[in-house]
């Protein structure tokens, strides 16, 4: 019975580390417009011991088509994504989202936002953020 008290007080102090470095990386969604059909996209927040990343699904983007800034420690990607059709052609069904997104991210302090970079492939932007004392304030990431 000791040793399970013994790992329920350890997975709690893990818990408890993990619900502060979650606070300290908050994720926030920022609406453009109101519409109904506005595209919002799906991400991921990855950590690892050397750095921190953030994948977002972008299908029917381009690389042009996406911006990526970092300012004050908040990272934001904007871009929109348009379904057009051609001339004769009208929906008879329409599932996928289209429109303007921005969708920003607190970083935590340990970000080395010198190093900051991004990768666009498969539809899925990959933003890389490796951990550092060295702190910068502003910069524009190109998508390579």
């Not at 871009?79 to 069904?93: A, Q």
Request: charged fraction near 35%.
């Amino acid at each position: 019975m000791g040793d399970f008290t013994e790992f329920g007080i350890e997975v709690e102090k893990h818990l408890s580390k993990l619900g502060k470095d979650i606070q300290q990386f908050v994720e926030k969604v920022v609406p453009l417009t109101n519409e109904d059909k506005d595209f919002a996209p799906d991400c991921d927040i990855v950590e690892s011991e050397a750095e921190f990343k953030i994948l977002i699904d972008l299908p029917g983007l381009s690389k042009k088509e996406i911006g990526i800034s970092l300012k004050d420690n908040v990272l934001t990607v904007k871009g929109e994504r348009e379904i057009v059709l051609s001339e004769g052609e009208e929906f008879k069904r329409q599932e996928r989202r289209r429109g303007a997104f921005a969708r920003s991210f607190a970083l935590p302090e340990n970000v080395n936002k010198a190093e900051v970079n991004a990768s666009f492939r498969n539809g899925v932007l990959t933003v890389s953020m490796p951990k550092s004392e060295n702190l910068k304030n502003s910069q524009s990431i190109p998508v390579k």
